[in-house]
């Protein structure tokens, strides 16, 4: 299985286009919108969510490159976490293909086809999570409940936002995505357990950083409103990895207020120290 970590960031990237924060203007390596594409083959490839980067984090991935037909690509399809913006207006980007599959919670399938314009131009089909797509396991764990802001009036049942742990059953290699995690979810340790690499939410080191002087108006209660435990903390993911040796650990969906962006950070520096990792976009796994 290759997982190619296409864009690492939360929504609005980094350095994020409306924010002169010292990290915004510091010399910290840039990363476009949380998105990963993976493949059974490398010759098909499916989306693990759609940011709005998704043009050109194509272009920069030679292995997503249209060809060698004028009109052939190697995308498939994608698998999506929730219905937020951030991980879904890429899809409108895509509205050319032909045909596309799109997988995911029912909830967030309803939302986005109400909202977004997608699939209306090809032959798109929307489904519930299979157990199999593309030659690869899949599996589903909801992880929250949380509505994107444009579906706080839908009555749908969720749940709203889930994980994935895939498996490639030729080599037994597996991979967990969960860029979204309101708490540590139960039973997300059994989740993960056999993983070779997991795919961790890291939006907000800390619990209330987007409290700070450079994130004035901005309060510790919008920021726990978004949905995402904070990397520290007794009850921050990292505690909890400390305590789940086996897999590789990684950090991805950091937002810009995020200090362990910056390399040479103590925060950074801390990730490292317990064991986990903080990939740059194009990462390249085989699993």
Excluded at 254 to 261: G, R
Excluded at 265 to 278: D, F, I, N, R, T
Aim: charged share 20%; aromatic share 8%; net charge negative.
């Amino acid at each position: 299985m290759k997982v190619l970590l296409l864009g690492t960031a939360a929504g609005g990237g980094f350095p994020q286009w409306n924010c002169a924060c010292a990290l915004c203007t510091s010399d910290a390596p840039p990363r476009t919108q949380d998105c990963v594409a993976i493949s059974a083959d490398g010759r098909g490839w499916y989306l693990l969510n759609a940011s709005p980067d998704i043009r050109a984090q194509i272009l920069a991935s030679p292995v997503l490159r249209a060809g060698p037909g004028p009109r052939e690509t190697p995308l498939r399809g994608a698998l999506v976490t929730d219905a937020e913006l951030d991980h879904t207006l890429g899809l409108v980007m895509l509205r050319e293909a032909p045909s596309f599959g799109v997988w995911g919670p029912d909830a967030a399938l309803h939302a986005m086809r109400g909202a977004l314009p997608v699939g209306r131009y090809g032959d798109w089909t929307f489904s519930p999570v299979e157990p199999e797509i593309g030659g690869l396991r899949v599996r589903a764990l909801p992880v929250s409940d949380k509505k994107p802001k444009y579906a706080r009036d839908s009555t749908s049942d969720g749940p709203w936002v889930v994980a994935y742990r895939i498996e490639d059953p030729s080599t037994g290699g597996v991979f967990v995505y969960a860029p979204c995690l309101a708490t540590w979810p139960p039973g997300f340790g059994e989740f993960t357990d056999g993983a070779d690499y997991v795919l961790l939410d890291g939006t907000f080191y800390g619990a209330d950083e987007m409290s700070g002087a450079t994130r004035a108006g901005v309060g510790s209660q919008a920021q726990r409103a978004m949905g995402h435990v904070p990397i520290s903390g007794a009850d921050g993911s990292l505690a909890r990895i400390r305590d789940l040796p086996g897999p590789r650990w990684a950090y991805t969906h950091l937002n810009n207020t995020n200090p362990a962006l910056a390399p040479d950070s103590p925060e950074h520096k801390e990730v490292l120290a317990a064991g986990a990792e903080l990939p740059l976009d194009g990462t390249l796994l085989t699993l």
